[in-house]
């Protein structure tokens, strides 16, 4: 853990930060059906991988798994790194589960995951002057708790495409969840479900270069004939899901 006596903020995926505490003696994680709870003495709060929410709870329960910072993953096949943006940098240093990068570059961060010999961006830089990740029991999500000086915590993925999914308000509270489903069984980590801004007839699967194998296995198992097309804005994820109406009858 963190052994700092500071205010305890979380920082959401938008890049959001919201007080959850002050005074903190010790920060603990925890994973709570489907879910991750950072929890001090004071206040606990619950953070749903798929939105970033962040939502008061009740701290540690009978049933929760905690969990322990760890550069791999709970099968072993993956770890995270963490490297300067800029070449010929000093590289931090890690102890255990914990990192700690150089004055210098702190700011300018890569927060990693490598699998095999494929290394892919776990979430977006973050100014950091320690960090800890823990990883969700079946390794398909990480959280980068950190200090800057505030503690704060960033949902990452566990080596999967990342991925987000819009869809007008109507289309995302009916299809939202059996959506995720498909996406995970397809091995992408949901990082974003929010509102899109128009509606559309046909669900169309928005694929950043290198990604069009996934976004065709992805749009093929949604069905309701969605569709794969490119993805050229910075999205922050390797592949877009916009839900179209036919969400709603598609298997």
């Known amino acids: 853990m963190l052994p700092l006596q500071l205010a305890l903020l979380v920082a959401l995926g938008s ?12 920060v603990t994680v925890s994973w709570r059906s489907g879910v991750f709870v950072v929890a001090n003495a004071r206040a606990a709060r619950s953070i749903d991988p798929h939105v970033g929410a962040l939502k008061k709870t009740e701290p540690q329960q009978k049933g929760d798994v905690v969990l322990r910072p760890s550069r791999a993953s709970p099968d072993g096949k993956a770890k995270v790194q963490v490297t300067a943006q800029e070449e010929k940098v000093a590289q931090g240093k890690w102890v255990g589960g914990e990192y700690t990068p150089p004055v210098s570059v702190r700011e300018r961060l890569r927060f990693e995951v490598v699998v ?24 398909r999500y990480v959280l980068w708790l ?51 801004l128009k509606e559309r007839d046909k669900t169309v699967v928005y ?7 996934d976004a065709k296995k992805v749009a093929a198992a949604l069905g309701g004939g969605a569709t ?16 179209g109406t036919a969400a709603l009858e598609a298997k």
């Open 146 to 196: 950190y200090r800057n000086p505030h503690i704060g915590a960033r949902i990452g993925s566990g080596g999967g495409p990342r991925a987000q999914i819009l869809g007008v308000p109507k289309v995302l509270a009916a299809a939202r969840d059996a959506t995720i489903r498909v996406a995970e069984a397809n091995g992408l980590a949901v990082l974003v479900t929010a509102p899109a």
């Open 15 to 26: 890049g959001e930060q919201t007080e959850l505490g002050t005074t903190m003696d010790l």
């Open 207 to 213: 694929a950043a270069a290198g990604f069009e194998a």
């Open 228 to 243: 794969v097309s490119v993805l050229n804005w910075k999205a922050d994820a390797e592949l877009v899901i916009a839900l």
């Open 116 to 139: 095999g010999d494929v290394t892919r961006t776990s979430t977006r830089s973050v100014d950091a002057y320690e960090l800890e990740p823990y990883w969700s029991p079946d390794g």
